[in-house]
């Protein structure tokens, strides 16, 4: 069972691929206050989330999705098309680090997946190029917390430098010439959401479909399990940062 299928099983209840709930998603989009006809890019989209919620919140938007996963963007597609907006999104199914700079756009989002540009300085750096002069991001980030224990490392596998504390992860974000013109940063309880429904999620899909896959899924639940509530759990934040491109 590919690792992509196995994220896309995990998502299934919880189609925002981060620790963000749904209306802070909203908050944030709105947020951003888009001007009108608005060119938005979703990269690393998964199921599109973000990219479905701004067309609706802008009625005369237009996207771009990008993201590696067929799974992700076929349940993209047909959410696009049931809220109607499947003409204004078109969804590539590319690396979203080999995503040609070919236009600028007013929005560009990436949460949760700046590992694909490896890390969040050569993110911020990357997306500055797709964006238009004072055109905005969204950018979604873990952050320390507090220090991690030797436990939480071993069990993410990582070093402390992996993340930034707050403070240092909005500099790092601000140093490729943004300001941060707002930021949200998750809760606990928003965290829990999530993981509950990863895990949980895949463990239940796993109990009704026996078989060799059902086994690789439950051992990629309770792996993550033990991960996040003997490791990371109240160490490891979140913050989506909303980003204004300066000059």
Known sequence: MERQFISHLAHRDHPIAAPVSGAQVTRLLRRARLPEGARILDLGCGEA?????????????????????ADALNTAEGHAEIQGVWERIRLHKRSAEDFPVAERYDLVVCVGATHAFGGLRPTVERVRRYLRPNGLALIGEGFWEREPTPEALTRLGTEPSEYLDLAGTVAVAESAGFDTVYAYTSDLSEWDDYEWSWTGTLLRWANENPGPDAETARAAAL????????GYRGILGFVT?????RG
């Not at 701004?54 to 771009?64: I, N, S, W």
């Open 49 to 69: 989330s973000w990219t479905l919620r701004a067309l609706a919140l802008y009625e005369d938007a237009t996207a771009d999705g990008v993201d590696i996963s």
């Open 223 to 230: 792996e993550h399990r033990a991960m996040w509530l003997h």
């Open 241 to 245: 940062l909303l980003l204004q491109r």
